[in-house]
């Protein structure tokens, strides 16, 4: 086994490859690809129909276009060296991707919340694309440029300082470390802030099966069903109904046994297409109606469809077979607490789906209304969660030697922020423009 010496020896090692400072110099390569024609090629094998509403939500702003591009950062990201220091990564670890949710004891955590795109790789990429999505957040919030640096920097030192903590801490301390809602109240010392937080909490709180019953369902010929607003939540066939309920049994073995006889107290009542996230839109997406006890007693699952990690064009293979697999894998592997009825499975025509909970006390931050101080503390926020996440799978006595005690990795990390905000103001014209000169058909507003 390898000492924390060596380990340690190896993480400054890197720097040879990568210094700390060059993080922070980043141009756009020369033959960099059209991103319009990369979001293109990763759409090929999407529900074509509903395409024109994935442009149509990242054309909505720059931030919106960053959440749905992140096979875009990612080609950005592998054009230049990286450290070699691999962690599981989330692949797409922008700010709304962190939030709260109830962990299988009913404990309030906030943590990383989307694990589409999960692979093993470099910790600085998830890191980058964090710092990024709070540059870009902030000037959509006129915060300006140097706040906006301010606030990309708190999500680098709060990296940096959280693994470096936890690299001297126990195994198995470092595996149950999480970072409980309720704690981070604590934190906010505005009362109007505190206020909203802890609405915004007690929100989350009531976000369950049993809330969703009446805000997603409704009484037809006698029988709950699930509403229909096309195009964003229609009716499946009847056919596609029964093959949902063929591949069950095999979601079904993917659970822990516990999960397993949990899971048959319910039956399948109803399931519709679901269109989700911005990034997501166009992936084949079911939610599913399960009922217990009666009709007050309903499970909402979530079915949604894992395709090739926007990571696999630039990192070895991953060694998963089956890309729900890949999914489920990652999540455990680099959350606090999982869903309990997280699992996987194959659907018609050979295509891979993972299987959760659809609401079960999530909730998200509205960073689109945060002050400047508030963003920092919630940039702070996502990056301790980001390296806890980076602990339990990586090696983080190698990560925090690489990072060490001085803010020279903080300061570059900024720097990048601020160039990659530049660049995707650009990128979000350049689909803009696309869409006017109907190059790019997009359906606004939905």
């Given at each position: 086994m390898?000492?924390?010496a060596?380990?340690?020896?190896?993480?400054?090692a890197?720097?040879?490859t990568?210094?700390r400072?060059?993080?922070?110099?980043?141009?756009?390569?020369?033959d960099?690809?059209?991103?319009l024609?990369v979001l293109?090629?990763?759409?090929?094998d999407r529900?074509a129909?509903?395409?024109p509403?994935?442009?149509?939500?990242?054309a909505?702003?720059p931030f919106?276009f960053l959440?749905?591009?992140?096979s875009?950062m990612?080609a950005d990201?592998?054009?230049?060296?990286?450290?070699?220091?691999?962690?599981?990564?989330c692949?797409d670890?922008h700010?709304?991707?962190f939030?709260v949710?109830?962990?299988?004891e009913?404990a309030?955590?906030?943590?990383?919340?989307d694990f589409?795109?999960?692979?093993p790789?470099p910790?600085?990429w998830d890191?980058?694309?964090?710092a990024?999505?709070?540059a870009v957040a902030?000037?959509e919030?006129?915060?300006g440029?140097?706040r906006a640096?301010?606030?990309?920097?708190?999500?680098?030192?709060?990296?940096?300082?959280?693994?470096?903590?936890?690299a001297?801490?126990?195994?198995l301390?470092?595996?149950y470390e999480?970072i409980d809602?309720?704690a981070?109240l604590?934190?906010?010392?505005?009362?109007?802030?505190r206020?909203r937080?802890?609405?915004n909490?007690?929100h989350?709180?009531?976000?369950t099966?049993?809330?969703?019953?009446?805000?997603?369902?409704?009484?037809?010929?006698?029988?709950r069903?699930?509403?229909?607003?096309?195009p964003?939540?229609?009716a499946?066939s009847?056919?596609?109904?029964?093959?949902?309920?063929?591949?069950?049994?095999?979601?079904?073995?993917?659970?822990?046994?516990?999960?397993?006889?949990?899971l048959?107290?319910?039956?399948?009542v109803?399931?519709a297409?679901k269109v989700?996230g911005?990034g997501?839109v166009?992936?084949?997406c079911f939610?599913?109606?399960?009922t217990?006890?009666d009709?007050?007693?309903?499970?909402?699952?979530?079915?949604?469809?894992?395709?090739?990690?926007?990571?696999?064009?630039?990192l070895?293979?991953?060694t998963?077979?089956h890309h729900g697999?890949?999914v489920v894998?990652?999540?455990r592997l680099t959350?606090?607490?999982?869903d309990?009825?997280l699992?996987w499975?194959?659907g018609p025509?050979?295509?891979?789906?993972?299987?959760?909970?659809?609401r079960d006390?999530k909730?998200?931050?509205?960073?689109?209304?945060?002050?400047p101080?508030?963003?920092?503390?919630?940039?702070?926020?996502?990056?301790?969660?980001?390296a806890?996440a980076h602990a339990?799978?990586g090696?983080?006595?190698a990560?925090?030697a690489y990072l060490?005690?001085?803010?020279?990795f903080d300061?570059?990390?900024?720097d990048?922020a601020?160039?990659y905000a530049?660049r995707?103001?650009a990128?979000?014209a350049?689909?803009?423009?696309a869409?006017t000169?109907g190059?790019?058909?997009?359906t606004?507003?939905?």
């Amino acid at each position: 086994m390898t000492s924390p010496a060596e380990r340690a020896r190896r993480g400054r090692a890197a720097r040879k490859t990568v210094s700390r400072a060059a993080h922070g110099r980043w141009i756009v390569a020369a033959d960099r690809p059209d991103p319009l024609g990369v979001l293109e090629r990763q759409a090929v094998d999407r529900v074509a129909e509903l395409l024109p509403i994935r442009y149509g939500r990242m054309a909505a702003s720059p931030f919106a276009f960053l959440r749905g591009a992140a096979s875009v950062m990612t080609a950005d990201l592998a054009a230049v060296p990286n450290t070699g220091l691999t962690v599981q990564l989330c692949g797409d670890a922008h700010l709304l991707n962190f939030g709260v949710f109830a962990s299988p004891e009913r404990a309030l955590l906030f943590d990383l919340n989307d694990f589409d795109e999960t692979l093993p790789g470099p910790f600085e990429w998830d890191v980058k694309r964090l710092a990024a999505s709070v540059a870009v957040a902030a000037r959509e919030n006129g915060h300006g440029d140097e706040r906006a640096r301010r606030a990309a920097r708190a999500a680098a030192r709060a990296y940096r300082l959280s693994v470096r903590r936890l690299a001297g801490l126990g195994e198995l301390t470092v595996w149950y470390e999480r970072i409980d809602a309720d704690a981070v109240l604590a934190l906010i010392r505005d009362p109007e802030r505190r206020r909203r937080a802890e609405a915004n909490l007690g929100h989350a709180r009531r976000r369950t099966s049993l809330q969703a019953l009446d805000k997603l369902t409704e009484v037809r010929d006698g029988r709950r069903r699930i509403l229909h607003d096309p195009p964003l939540l229609e009716a499946v066939s009847g056919t596609e109904l029964r093959s949902v309920g063929k591949i069950f049994s095999e979601y079904r073995s993917t659970l822990p046994e516990e999960r397993r006889l949990l899971l048959d107290r319910y039956r399948l009542v109803d399931a519709a297409r679901k269109v989700v996230g911005v990034g997501s839109v166009g992936t084949r997406c079911f939610i599913l109606l399960l009922t217990g006890r009666d009709e007050q007693d309903p499970l909402f699952l979530q079915i949604k469809e894992a395709g090739r990690s926007v990571l696999e064009d630039h990192l070895p293979a991953d060694t998963h077979d089956h890309h729900g697999h890949r999914v489920v894998a990652g999540q455990r592997l680099t959350q606090a607490a999982s869903d309990i009825f997280l699992g996987w499975m194959t659907g018609p025509n050979g295509r891979h789906f993972y299987g959760r909970q659809l609401r079960d006390m999530k909730g998200s931050a509205a960073v689109d209304t945060m002050p400047p101080v508030a963003l920092r503390q919630y940039a702070h926020l996502c990056g301790t969660a980001l390296a806890r996440a980076h602990a339990r799978s990586g090696d983080r006595l190698a990560i925090a030697a690489y990072l060490g005690n001085a803010d020279t990795f903080d300061h570059a990390i900024a720097d990048f922020a601020l160039h990659y905000a530049d660049r995707t103001t650009a990128d979000h014209a350049t689909l803009t423009t696309a869409i006017t000169t109907g190059d790019i058909t997009a359906t606004p507003g939905i």
